[in-house]
T-cell receptor, first 113, second 114 residues
Framework: TQLLEQSPQFLSIQEGENLTVYCNSS?????LQWYRQEPGEGPVLLVT?????EVKKLKRLTFQFGDARKDSSLHITAAQPGDTGLYLC?????????????FGQGTTLQVKP | DSGVTQTPKHLITATGQRVTLRCSPR?????VYWYQQSLDQGLQFLIQ???????AKGNILERFSAQQFPDLHSELNLSSLELGDSALYFC?????????????FGSGTRLTVV
């Protein structure tokens, strides 16, 4: 069974601080996606990485896929209150060719003004 | 509006009852995925349909069933409901390979079993 473990589970920081969220597995994934979810809403896709070692930037967010495609990280620079939310990583089950995603448990981020 | 429509948004029902959750995918998307989200389990994959056919099955209970209709909307049927079935149920859709291009999620149905 493929599992994705996220750390930390909860993070409370002040506005302007930097942070990194990790997503780890013992399994290889065909792709890795990051989503952000706000209360009462469904997750919204932030980025997809598919190549080992790939780095993508989205404004103040930097996403990296591990060389072995087993792990990923999300780094936020100068966090703002608007970054508050639940961050989910999701791995593509490439072996099944179904498009199914396996989600991590999520990291709840609170950015205080 | 993400383009994926889920109804109803909230549902309160008694144990032992049966409910139907409905999902209309984003226009053009052929794949529909159902997930259950609870506080202790996170987002758990239930089932996927592609163009009317079941494509993948996850941890879906025998009391639960789903289908996708010719117009591509999907329904998730939950029967003999138990207190532990209380959760958020999300539908998502994708065009091509969801694992590559990502999912578009609906706003979910919050099910409360009392």
């Amino acid at each position: 069974t493929q599992l994705l473990e996220q750390s930390p589970q909860f993070l409370s920081i002040q506005e302007g601080e930097n942070l990194t969220v990790y997503c780890n597995s013992s399994s290889v994934f065909s792709s890795l996606q990051w989503y952000r979810q706000e209360p009462g809403e469904g997750p919204v896709l932030l980025v997809t990485v598919v190549t080992g070692g790939e780095v993508k930037k989205l404004k103040r967010l930097t996403f990296q896929f591990g060389d072995a495609r087993k792990d990923s990280s999300l780094h936020i620079t100068a966090a703002q209150p608007g970054d508050t939310g639940l961050y989910l990583c999701a791995g593509g089950d490439g072996g099944s060719n179904t498009g199914k995603l396996i989600f991590g448990q999520g990291t709840t981020l609170q950015v205080k003004p | 509006d993400s383009g994926v429509t889920q109804t109803p948004k909230h549902l309160i029902t008694a144990t032992g009852q049966r409910v139907t959750l409905r999902c209309s995918p984003r226009s053009g998307d052929l794949s529909v995925y159902w997930y259950q989200q609870s506080l202790d389990q996170g987002l758990q994959f239930l089932i996927q349909y592609y163009n009317g056919e079941e494509r993948a099955k996850g941890n879906i209970l025998e009391r639960f069933s789903a289908q996708q209709f010719p117009d591509l909307h999907s329904e998730l049927n939950l029967s003999s409901l138990e207190l532990g079935d209380s959760a958020l149920y999300f539908c998502a859709s994708s065009g091509g390979q969801g694992a590559v291009y990502g999912y578009t999620f609906g706003s979910g149905t919050r099910l409360t079993v009392v």
